[in-house]
């Protein structure tokens, strides 16, 4: 099957073009959002191809995955196909909704052409939908190995765009979280973000957007991850760590409490816990590899990888005979 999707997410995308299909991404001249082709920092395989965006129109495709709103009307006007009219379509939805959230519509509401395809039973339930139809696909990652050392001391943090962003990723419980044991946040946007945050050198050290092999080799070597997202999607950092076999400290929010069972870190609503429990796994290293373990088995057993293409595979098998018919 030939599948077009345009490169938004780096790091779903990695674990879903791993399916047996042929993957073509839209490049434009200047690789912006809307043609940003490969990924230059993930490791992706030769099913995934470039195609100019200006070719679309004379190239042969099965389904195309969408996964923002504008992509409706850039797909209908690259390639001359409405999407789930002349081809079939899906709606990957990554995000939690905004706004006036237990109001929030979404923007495939009440259509019947095109299912949307949550990542999170939590963000299924929160998007008003109307009478589409929805369906869960969980997140599946590509697993990086049992990496996990936690010779240093020290917590991991990954977020991107974190001044920006700021309460939403939580942004704010870093300096108290600081105070517990020194972190390392990792992402994009992070660089000077201790200046930005009043936090001594010592207590925060940033590593700004490094490739996946080394960011998980980085990531492993710290005693512990943290989670601080308030309001997010479930990130697939978190579940990378797990798949490290990190133990995990995460605000109890959104998809967060599915995701972290007991036994395989702290999930909590409340500041000082967790802030207690960052320095509980920094001074007992041998708990923190027990958890971590733990940590890791869950993972793999919910976000394997091997189910998560197998659900894609069988709701992309679904759509195009249908379409056909």
């Known amino acids: ?17 791993q ?14 959002s809307d043609g940003l082709g490969r990924a230059r920092t993930w490791d992706w395989p030769a099913s995934v191809v470039e195609v100019p965006y200006g070719e679309l129109r004379e190239t042969d ?42 109001y929030t519509r979404h923007p495939l509401a009440d259509q019947d052409e095109i ?18 139809r929805t369906d869960v696909v969980e997140h599946g990652i590509v697993d990086p190995g049992h990496l996990y050392s936690g010779d240093w001391a020290r917590a991991a943090v990954v977020v991107n765009e974190p001044v920006r962003r700021g309460r939403a990723v939580g942004t704010d419980l870093l300096p108290d979280l600081a105070k517990a044991a020194a972190l390392d946040v990792f992402g994009m946007g992070v660089h000077g973000l201790d200046e930005a945050l ?11 957007d490094l490739p996946q092999h080394r960011l998980h080799q980085e990531l ?67 708990e923190a590899q027990v958890v971590g373990a733990a940590a890791r088995e869950a993972a793999l057993g919910r976000y394997g990888l091997g189910r998560f293409l197998a659900d894609w595979d069988a709701r992309l098998r679904a759509l195009v005979p249908a379409a056909v018919a």
């Open 198 to 208: 009043g936090v001594p050198g010592d207590r925060m050290w940033t590593f700004e």
């Open 220 to 286: 492993a070597r710290r005693r512990v991850y943290v989670h601080t997202s308030r309001w997010t999607s479930l990130g697939l950092s978190l579940l990378e760590a797990m798949h490290l076999g990190m133990p995990v400290v995460a605000l109890a929010t959104t998809e967060a409490v599915a995701a972290v069972p007991p036994g395989a870190g702290v999930v909590s609503t409340r500041p000082e816990e967790l802030a207690a429990a960052v320095w509980r796994f920094v001074q007992d290293p041998s």
């Open 61 to 102: 495709f099965d389904v195309v995955v969408l996964q923002r709103p504008h992509e409706l009307e850039l797909a209908e006007r690259w390639t001359g196909r409405r999407p789930g009219r002349d081809v079939p379509a899906v709606y990957v939805e990554h995000n939690t909704p905004g706004g006036e959230v237990p």
């Open 1 to 17: 099957m030939r599948v077009l999707l345009w490169h938004v997410h780096g790091s779903w995308t990695t674990s879903f073009v």
């Open 19 to 32: 399916g047996d299909h042929e993957f073509l991404l839209p490049v434009t001249p200047g690789r912006d």
């Open 115 to 132: 299912p949307i395809a949550h990542v999170t039973h939590f963000n299924r339930l929160f998007w008003d939908c109307g009478t589409a």
